[in-house]
């Protein structure tokens, strides 16, 4: 069989090297660009978020009330962006992982990261909107559904 020598210097078979390769590529995006451009993201936008004063809405009832809201939301915003970065960083460690496995020879490594990425979550839920979907999944009340819609997009 022909082996053929990794950029780290060990050596794969030619089947090995395409998921090699591809693997890689995927763990370096996402731990030099993909997270800390979602962390810089989520950095900005706290900072915006603490500029949601009475300076720039008024005192009024109307903008005041509005710039509350706002800035919930943009919170809600910076704690989607930080778990989406955790998320990413937590997809390149299961990467490397399979990437050690691949190397070892050690079961089905693409199968193995295929089922661990399926643990990490597509979507952003906030643990309040948690709580309340599980609430509501234990008791199926209407009180439990109409706090529940608070959290449906």
Request: glycine letters at 4%.
């Given at each position: 069989m022909v082996m053929i020598n990794t950029d780290d210097g060990q050596a794969v078979a030619?089947?090995?090297?395409?998921?090699?390769?591809?693997?890689r590529s995927?763990?370096?995006?996402?731990?030099e660009e993909v997270a800390p451009k979602l962390r810089s993201a989520a950095n900005l936008l706290d900072t915006n978020s603490r500029l949601q004063t009475?300076?720039?809405?008024?005192?009024?009832?109307?903008?005041?009330?509005?710039?509350?809201?706002y800035e919930k939301y943009l919170t809600e915003e910076v704690a989607a962006l930080r778990a989406m970065a955790d998320n990413a960083e937590k997809f390149a460690d299961k990467i490397s992982t399979a990437i050690d496995m691949l190397m070892k020879n050690e079961g089905d490594a693409a199968g193995w990261l295929d089922?661990?990425?399926a643990k990490i979550p597509a979507v952003y839920i906030s643990d309040a909107k948690q709580a309340a979907l599980?609430?509501?999944d234990k008791h199926p009340t209407p009180s439990n559904f109409?706090?529940?819609?608070?959290?449906?997009?």
């Open positions: 030619p089947d090995m090297q395409v998921h090699y390769a591809k693997w995927w763990e370096q995006t996402l731990r009475e300076g720039k809405w008024s005192a009024e009832s109307g903008p005041k009330a509005f710039a509350a809201k089922k661990e990425a599980d609430e509501f109409a706090r529940a819609q608070k959290y449906r997009y």
